[in-house]
């Protein structure tokens, strides 16, 4: 069975994560959604709240799964029995930093985990989940940004 995770704080959910999720659904048999916890870092929505948006808004995907881990990306793979970790990338930028991430999630796990990598539509690859937050933190009209469920 290919298990892929998509891990992330997805605070909260963008148009280009689910622009990844859509397109990466079909390549695996499960895709759970681990929204990572980081308890040095203050989160604009708090995690119930992250898990619901993101559950509707995949809801009608039968191989999608949503759930959270407050441990190393690599470890919750590996509990999951996961071989694959997915990420989207927006710019050379982004590569550049995963780059060095895969490799890392690689070693630890002894090669038993991959990274996918794909790139986010072009229509989307300007989002970012801090700019949406800067937006609504302003008043701004972040909902051109965020699947429906998120718009408050």
Avoid: W
């Avoid at 994560?17 to 895709?31: G, M, Q, S, V, Y």
């Avoid at 997915?86 to 630890?108: Q, S």
């Avoid at 690859?125 to 302003?138: A, D």
């Amino acid at each position: 069975m290919k298990i892929a995770v998509f891990p992330g704080s997805f605070d909260p959910i963008t148009l280009g994560h689910l622009d990844i999720i859509e397109r990466a659904a079909p390549l695996f048999d499960k895709l759970i959604i681990a929204i990572g916890q980081n308890s040095q870092k203050k989160y604009m929505f708090p995690l119930e709240k992250r898990k619901e948006f993101i559950e509707k808004a995949t809801a009608h995907f039968k191989n999608v799964e949503v759930d959270s881990f407050d441990n190393l990306t690599v470890e919750y793979c590996l509990q999951k029995n996961a071989g694959y970790i997915l990420r989207g990338l927006r710019n050379p930028a982004d590569f550049e930093f995963e780059k060095a991430i895969a490799h890392t999630n690689r070693t630890l796990a002894h090669k038993k985990l991959e990274t996918v990598f794909l790139l986010t539509s072009s229509g989307k690859s300007f989002i970012s989940s801090s700019i949406v937050r800067e937006i609504i933190s302003h008043g701004g009209e972040y909902e051109l940004l965020v699947p429906e469920v998120v718009r408050v």
